[in-house]
């Protein structure tokens, strides 16, 4: 009867270790650690770092950096190949980006970008609108409502740089999953100030980033959205 007991012990603390290391990968499963982060259900892992002078494509492992979502800011004069700060310049900042195992950046021969945590800072509304002037992601319901919104493109083209009719200048505002992928909202597709859209109305609903990219613009230019209540 003593050893039946032992070993129904044993078992039993066997199976709850598994289930316990179980846990973390049903959870990663369902939402993955990114979004979960994003959402403000788990600790933010990024941290800060200046990364400078690396010359070429890095993994974040090789830059020292871990994963988790941060805000990015130039402070070189210039940076020329990182997509989400195309044509960038001294200042110019990128909020609610997501830093996975998988992800690589490229800074430079003298170029330099500080990476911080990200801060999720609700949006302020002003005259029943919201004005954003900084290229990110921000997280819906936890930085803006979920809603309709009327979008107006408000863009100062950078007069120093040559583009050609394959690359204008432009600030595209789209819905996107926490993941990053699913592109439109159902609405019509990315709205985009080289795009004439007859309706430029965005659904950004719950688990959805509302994601805006500038590229090729001064500072200056700004999104703003209007809330719809029809």
């Keep these: 009867m003593y050893k039946k007991w032992i070993i129904t012990s044993i078992i039993a603390c066997g199976f709850g270790v598994f289930l316990w290391q179980l846990v973390p990968i049903i959870k990663n499963h369902v939402m993955p650690e990114g979004p979960r982060q994003l959402l403000g259900q788990s600790k933010n892992t990024a941290i800060s770092s200046v990364i400078e002078n690396v010359g070429g494509v890095k993994g974040i492992t090789q830059l020292g950096l871990t994963t988790g979502i941060?805000?990015?800011t130039i402070k070189s004069d210039h940076l020329v190949n990182t997509p989400?700060?195309?044509?960038?310049?001294?200042?110019?900042?990128?909020?609610?980006?997501t830093l996975d195992r998988t992800a690589t950046f490229n800074v430079g021969q003298g170029e330099a970008v500080k990476f911080e945590p990200a801060e999720f800072k609700p949006l302020m509304k002003r005259n029943n609108v919201y004005t954003i002037s900084t290229p990110g992601n921000y997280v819906v319901n936890r930085q803006i409502p979920e809603g309709r919104y009327q979008i107006k493109i408000h863009d100062i083209k950078r007069?120093?740089?040559?583009?050609d009719k394959f690359r204008p200048a432009t600030i595209t505002v789209d819905s996107k999953f926490l993941n990053g992928n699913g592109s439109g909202d159902g609405q019509g597709g990315i709205i985009s100030s080289t795009l004439n859209r007859s309706?430029?109305?965005?659904l950004l609903e719950n688990h959805r980033l509302l994601s805006i990219t500038f590229s090729g613009v001064e500072h200056g230019?700004?999104?703003?959205l209007m809330p719809l209540t029809d």
């Design 70 to 72: 941060y805000d990015i």
């Design 199 to 202: 309706s430029p109305i965005i």
């Design 84 to 97: 989400v700060l195309s044509d960038g310049q001294r200042g110019d900042r990128y909020l609610g980006l």
């Design 159 to 163: 007069q120093t740089i040559q583009r």
């Design 221 to 224: 230019s700004y999104v703003e």
